[in-house]
């Protein structure tokens, strides 16, 4: 059985940093690319930063590059996604998924960034 389990959101001031983590397990985890995404209510999820199977490469969406940083640790099955800079437009739920998608999303870790 396929499961998530992120972590590692909270409030943090605009300019600060956090570091969210995604424990994944009932899957090689080292065989897949996996993506970190958010979602606001009311709107899509949206696709932030992809990393390949090894971690050699990655993408990231216009709105988080130059301030996001994905990585992972195939040793640990964990994908990470530092984030740094954070901006008010930024607090949403994040949620990590495998490229493609296997099972059902996990509930996330919310990010709230104010002042």
């Known amino acids: 059985q396929v499961q998530l389990v992120e972590s590692g959101g909270g409030l943090v001031q605009p300019g600060g940093s956090l570091t969210l983590s995604c424990a994944a397990s009932g899957f090689t985890f080292s065989r897949f690319p996996m993506d970190w995404h958010r979602q606001t209510p009311g709107q899509e999820r949206e696709l932030v930063a992809t990393?390949?199977?090894?971690?050699?490469?990655?993408v990231y969406s216009n709105s988080v590059k130059g301030r996001f940083t994905i990585s992972r640790d195939n040793a640990k099955n964990t994908v990470y996604l530092q984030m740094n800079n954070l901006k008010p437009r930024d607090t949403a739920v994040y949620f990590c998924?495998?490229?493609?998608?296997?099972?059902?999303w996990g509930q996330g870790t919310q990010v709230t960034v104010s002042s």
């Open positions: 998924m495998s490229s493609p998608r296997l099972g059902s």
């Open positions: 990393i390949t199977s090894g971690g050699t490469g990655t």
